[in-house]
T-cell receptor, first 117, second 112 residues
Framework: GAVVSQHPSRVICKSGTSVKIECRSLDFQATTMFWYRQFPKQSLMLMATSNEGSKATYEQGVEKDKFLINHASLTLSTLTVTSAHPEDSSFYIC?????????????FGPGTRLLVL | QKEVEQDPGPLSVPEGAIVSLNCTYSNSAFQYFMWYRQYSRKGPELLMYTYSSGNKEDGRFTAQVDKSSKYISLFIRDSQPSDSATYLCAMSSQGGGNKLTFGTGTQLKVEL
């Protein structure tokens, strides 16, 4: 159980275009999902917390108008990178919260590799 | 100073060796400690979850937390080539379902 999927797994786009990344909890409902970004050889950095039916909460330094998050249902959150630039090239990973024997735990998706040319 | 420090490695060990991975942290509010394994180009997979100080064992994996020293460890016994991955420590003050602060990850290679 507790499987999280992401689509697409990899995307290449031209500078100035927008890219949408989907995060789905496949076998459970997730009121809260998180979006992370990971640069090569660096740790995961939390970008925003996505709550179903309400506005996302962004971490300091993350532009909410550039990284649009929509959590329209209990199994789907989307991250749209608007007007992407080469510096946005990164590995984007989502996670969803599921309960378990040790309490709530984050289960991560497989990630989406974005390359902006 | 980063909130969580982790040696990035790479750490190379022979098959069958005992592996010790460590993280130190500075935020005394952290109460929940996790270890994730991340294969190349994949999302992190939860390995161990502990609360407060103490030890926890699961198969070949043992997690230790020493809050007095702000130091956590993950031990892997009888290491296998399939254990080759990056191991990330993560911490939270409010539980695993809340904001996590990650270490940079230690790259481990288990050689035949």
């Amino acid at each position: 159980g507790a499987v999280v999927s992401q689509h697409p797994s990899r995307v290449i786009c031209k500078s100035g275009t927008s890219v949408k990344i989907e995060c789905r909890s496949l076998d459970f409902q997730a009121t809260t999902m998180f979006w992370y970004r990971q640069f090569p050889k660096q740790s995961l950095m939390l970008m925003a917390t996505s709550n179903e039916g309400s506005k996302a909460t962004y971490e300091q330094g993350v532009e909410k108008d550039k990284f649009l998050i929509n959590h329209a249902s209990l199994t789907l959150s989307t991250l749209t990178v608007t007007s992407a630039h080469p510096e946005d090239s990164s590995f984007y990973i989502c996670s969803a919260i599921a309960g378990g024997p040790t309490g709530e735990t984050q289960y991560f998706g497989p990630g989406t590799r974005l390359l902006v040319l | 100073q980063k909130e969580v420090e982790q040696d990035p490695g790479p750490l190379s060990v022979p098959e069958g060796a005992i592996v010790s991975l460590n993280c130190t942290y500075s935020n005394s509010a952290f109460q929940y400690f996790m270890w994730y394994r991340q294969y190349s180009r994949k999302g992190p997979e939860l390995l161990m979850y502990t609360y407060s100080s103490g030890n926890k064992e699961d198969g070949r994996f043992t997690a230790q937390v020493d809050k007095s020293s702000k130091y956590i460890s993950l031990f892997i016994r009888d290491s296998q080539p399939s254990d080759s991955a990056t191991y990330l420590c993560a911490m939270s003050s409010q539980g695993g379902g809340n904001k996590l602060t990650f270490g940079t990850g230690t790259q481990l290679k288990v050689e035949l």
